[in-house]
Nanobody, 122 residues
Framework: VQLQASGGGLVEAGGSLRLSCAASGTFSSHSTGWFRQAPGKDREFVAAISWSGAGTYYADPVKGRFTISRDNAKNTVRLQMNSLKPEDTAVYYC?????????????????WGQGTLVTVSS
């Protein structure tokens, strides 16, 4: 599975962006997550979704603002980000693992996209 993240950009605080993760190869049986890494900080978990889309899990800082979804017919996972804050500024990565179980641990993911930069200005 190869993943390609897109949709990042520059947005003002309070604005919205939608990130997309396009997968090549068989993707529908993989749980998928979004992670981010801000300058000078460790990578952190953002959100994850089960293979069917029925189960989702969010990190506390993004709960109520971000929504993860997937369209297996299009091999795509999306991250809708609303009410963006300057502290959301980071490179965002999508990742997938060969299991239906959701995980918030980056080490559990096998496949990673190249990252897309999100910058939120104050």
């Amino acid at each position: 599975v190869q993943l390609q993240a897109s949709g990042g950009g520059l947005v003002e605080a309070g604005g919205s962006l939608r990130l997309s993760c396009a997968a090549s190869g068989t993707f529908s049986s993989h749980s998928t997550g979004w992670f981010r890494q801000a300058p000078g900080k460790d990578r952190e978990f953002v959100a994850a979704i089960s293979w069917s889309g029925a189960g989702t899990y969010y990190a506390d800082p993004v709960k109520g603002r971000f929504t993860i979804s997937r369209d297996n017919a299009k091999n795509t996972v999306r991250l809708q980000m609303n009410s963006l804050k300057p502290e959301d500024t980071a490179v965002y990565y999508c990742a997938a693992r060969d299991t239906i179980v959701i995980s918030r641990r980056g080490g559990d993911y096998v496949y990673w996209g190249q990252g897309t930069l999100v910058t939120v200005s104050s």
